[in-house]
């Protein structure tokens, strides 16, 4: 049974440039949170999707959006890069509230 | 692969023994809290939960107790091998909302 899957695992882009991260959550799994991890920190939560709506956002700008699709997939966007955007973006699924989360293994953005 | 944690609190111990990572939640609406190991390269990995109504929980040479009065969370884990070095994050979600929030990680030395 896959996990938690995310696509690239590495990316390099300027500042200014969008990017669009992928995650495919783990079979059985309807919730999609989206985390940013900086380097020696926990994870920051971003936003989470269900039914293909956000449900509940962190304290990230406007700059970061996403989506979710019916099959239950999602992405990051984020717009207008800062080189403070360089971090490591977490994708995690779960079954439901008060489940733990699978995560992926991450993709490390790295904005220049 | 990448180095997480460079600054975190460190906790070092003798292969064999048993380890006590404790922490600290901020918030006592949280009705469910969770441990998460993360390795260098990967995503976070659920390790153990526990909801509000108990105050210990055992799993597999862990055990998770919790202190609701004083707002406190600990991991324990026994007999403590090579493959448990990682960094542990104590994590708990608000009665009413969905998002899961992090604490800072603990980095977990097992010396051979």
């Known amino acids: 049974d896959a996990g938690v899957t995310q696509s690239p695992t590495h990316l390099i882009k300027t500042r200014g440039q969008q990017v669009t991260l992928r995650c495919s959550p783990k079979?059985?799994?309807?919730?999609v949170s989206w985390y940013q991890q900086a380097l020696g920190q926990g994870p920051q939560f971003i936003f989470q999707?269900?039914?293909?709506?956000?449900?509940q956002r962190g304290n990230f700008p406007d700059r970061f959006s996403g989506h979710q699709f019916p099959n239950y997939s999602s992405e990051l966007n984020v717009n207008a890069l800062l080189l403070g955007d360089s971090a490591l973006y977490l994708c995690?699924?779960?079954?439901?509230?008060?489940?733990?989360?699978?995560f992926g293994s991450g993709t490390r953005l790295t904005v220049v | 692969g990448e180095s997480v944690g460079l600054h975190l609190p460190t906790l070092s111990v003798q292969e064999g023994d048993n380890s006590i990572i404790n922490c600290a939640y901020s918030?006592?609406?949280?009705?469910?809290f969770i441990w998460y190991k993360q390795e260098s390269g990967k995503g976070p990995q659920f390790i153990i939960d526990?909801?509000?109504?108990?105050d210990k929980r055992q799993g597999q040479r862990v055990t998770v107790l919790l202190n609701k009065t004083v707002k406190h969370l600990s991991l324990q884990i026994a007999a403590t091998q090579p493959g448990d070095s990682a960094v542990y994050f104590c994590?708990?979600?608000?009665?009413?909302?969905?998002?899961?929030?992090f604490g800072a990680g603990t980095r977990l030395f097992v010396k051979a």
């Open positions: 995690a699924s779960s079954a439901g509230i008060n489940y733990g989360y699978t």
């Open positions: 079979s059985g799994h309807d919730t």
């Open positions: 999707y269900y039914e293909e709506e956000e449900r």
């Open positions: 918030n006592s609406a949280s009705d469910y």
């Open positions: 526990i909801r509000s109504n108990m």
């Open positions: 994590a708990e979600n608000r009665a009413g909302g969905f998002k899961t929030i």
